[in-house]
Every structure is written in C-alpha cells, then in structure tokens.
C-alpha cells in the first residue's frame, strides 16, 4: 500500500511548499500538484495522473478538501472513482486526523 499526496494551487503566481511539506509528513511517496483553478477537472493533469496510477490499497491524501475539489458534485465524483480503482479514502495531511475520511 503506498500513500500519494495531491497538492493544488489556484494561480501560477502561489506557493506550494507547505502543501508539499504537509503531505510528506504525512508519509507520502509521491507528490504531484497542480496550478490550476479547482472549479474544473479537465486543467488539474496531475490529479488525473494520479486517479490513472493509484492501485487497490492505496491512499490518495490533501491537506485539504477544496485542494482536491471545489464543489460537491466534483468530490462525489473523485470519492467514487477511487473505491472502483481500489484506493482507501483515509486522512487529511496537516495534523487535522481522520476528518478526510
């Protein structure tokens, strides 16, 4: 089981350090990110690839929910696709717990 973590900002012009360094104490492997609005799926190339790579077993983890997605219909639609590919839905990095479960 690995643990992938996923960062995003909105503008080209923001940081992601904090994000990366959150989701790498959370024990991620892998990183990817993106710098794009969250409002549409099909700009986020690196969320793709990772919602492409991820094996049964394995966590997909954000700091937060609106870095993953920015409406309701969106995270229903990433939370379903995972369990069909096989990855647990686990924790939120940034010390906030299971609330990302």
Do not use: W
Not at 37 to 48: A, F
Not at 70 to 82: A, N, P, T, W
């Amino acid at each position: 089981m690995a643990s992938y973590g996923y960062a995003r900002v909105s503008t080209l012009d923001q940081d992601l350090t904090i994000q990366r360094a959150a989701l790498k104490a959370a024990g991620c492997g892998v990183i990817r990110a993106d710098k794009a609005s969250g409002s549409r799926r099909d700009g986020r190339t690196e969320l793709q690839v990772l919602l492409d790579f991820v094996q049964p077993g394995d966590i997909l983890v954000v700091t937060r929910i609106d870095r993953l997605a920015r409406s309701m219909k969106d995270l229903q639609d990433i939370v379903h696709e995972g369990p069909r590919r096989g990855a647990a839905r686990d924790r939120a990095a940034g010390g906030h717990g299971n609330r990302g479960r």
